[in-house]
């Protein structure tokens, strides 16, 4: 609904400049800025030529009123926005907030080498390309997810010999037994450096095709893969399509593209194939004197792959790959594909220092995850609740905590994950959550009550409860902005907000012993708020829990 104010508000002032110049405000619905542009081209004072506009301005139905004050021009959204706001909300229900761009879009994320579980680095991927891909799909994109399973190189020759010398550890979760044979064979490499040719021979007979290496590579690489699932279920994480990087080889888009690089004559071949472009400041190797390629010649291969079956792509990846984006991104441009468009996170920090598969010192995922659970039942267990509704309220609290820390943090900047503050009531997903059931306690209880017929009446609005119902005709704005600036922290603060201003509403304004009129009002905000709480945990990919 605000993007249709906001869109007459544009329109109103068409004349004189476009939308780079309104600001949302503290002080107004909108604000517009274009008269401190214009009086400088026409040296005049900014409130002077504000209500020099004003006084030319032809509004629409949404736009209550104007004012110019000290050079700025503020817009107000009238009654009947905010009625018709209230009334869309309760109507589109679980479709309110959805837009209709139309494309198909392919976002990578998560993607961890198959070699071991998920720790908690690999996590802040998987929740940032999810959550992006629940509100591009809320946008109205065709939506396809991958991860990209890196089943080649030397990494995965040395998990495949671990798990074939060691065994798997059957007391352990899978993709950790698999980690530990691959922590074990390493230290056997390292006290058996002569060894290492046979890591290097599987790596050729991989790459090379070879039957009964394959096999057992594929047997290898879906115990992780069983295992890492199995996490990303537990955070509400699913993925489309689980693309191997070896397939490329297989299927001549690697040779394709070595060849097209071999023809521009940008490849020196000495022994190995070097790239030869001055734009980084070490060469690039495209392919080993062994004749096997590396992992950027795959890579850029399956890329070109997704540049030929989808409009846009989007990659996830650690801020340590940034100088690998931009070599991806050169060799792409080199090729004549699409480009990417890559969300770089930092990591988390975390007490225990730098974590490492090969030297078996990581936090994994699924650990904590099971600290969240066990803490978010403490919370609940003197509670006169069922048994296994108690479990299942725990495991949700745990999940929501656990992804909305990880995603209300920008992904450009680095975060430290504290579960005692994460699984607490202050700008938590607990907090929301809280709220959630709250609003609908209130609609029960008003249902046992006799529940009048919902009308909101704009006229009687205070200014928290018109402060609210605007913030609610903004879910599909914040919705926008994520598709534009790929920050899904933008949603995250925005559900925070919605949540904290319900909860400032029902402090100061009585709902079920109010007089009549007010009480069908009051009701009507309450369950345009949950819809909006709901719709918008959703995204989240955390449950709105209706009791607590």
Known sequence: MFLKFRQQVIEALKEYGDEKFLRESDHADLSSTIAFKISKEKNQKPQEVAESILENLELKEYIGSVEALNGYINFFASYEFLEDTINSIIDLDENYGSLSIKGNVLIEHTSANPDGPLHIGHIRNSIIGDTLARIFRKAGYNVTTHYYV???????????????????????KIDHAVAKAYIQMNKFLDENPDFDKEVG?????????????????REVVNMALKGIR??????????????????????????????????????????????????????????????????????????????????????VLGADHKLYGMQLKKLLEILSAKLPKIVFFEFVSLPEGSMSTRRGKFISADELIDKLYREAYKIIEGREIDEEEKKRIAKAVAIAALRYDFVKIAPEKPMTFDWKKALGLENTANYIQYSHARACSILRNAV???????????????????????????????????????RPNVFADYIMNVAITFNEFYRTHPVLKAESDYRMHRLAIVDATRIVLRNGLELLGIEALEKM
């Open 448 to 486: 046992s009550q006799g529940m009048p017929d919902l009308e909101f009446i704009g006229e009687i609005c205070s200014d928290i409860e018109r402060k609210l119902v605007m913030l609610l005709s903004k879910f599909s704005y914040y919705v926008l902005r994520v598709v534009k600036e790929l």
């Open 150 to 172: 890196n089943d080649m190189g030397r990494q995965m020759a040395i998990t495949v010999l671990g798990v074939e010398r060691f065994g798997v550890d059957s007391s352990l």
């Open 230 to 315: 199995e996490t990303l279920t537990k955070l509400n994480v699913r993925h489309d399509e689980y693309v191997w990087e070896s397939e490329f080889i297989r299927n001549g888009y690697v040779d394709r593209i070595l060849n097209e690089l071999d023809s521009k004559n940008l490849i020196r071949k000495d022994g190995a194939w070097i790239l030869e472009i001055d734009d980084f400041e070490k060469e690039i190797v495209l392919k080993r004197e062994n004749g096997t390629t590396v992992y950027i010649t795959r890579d850029v291969a399956y890329h070109v792959w997704k540049s030929e079956r989808f409009e846009e792509s989007i990659n």
């Open 201 to 217: 021979k599987l790596m050729i007979e991989y790459e090379q095709g070879d039957e009964e290496v394959v096999k057992r590579f």
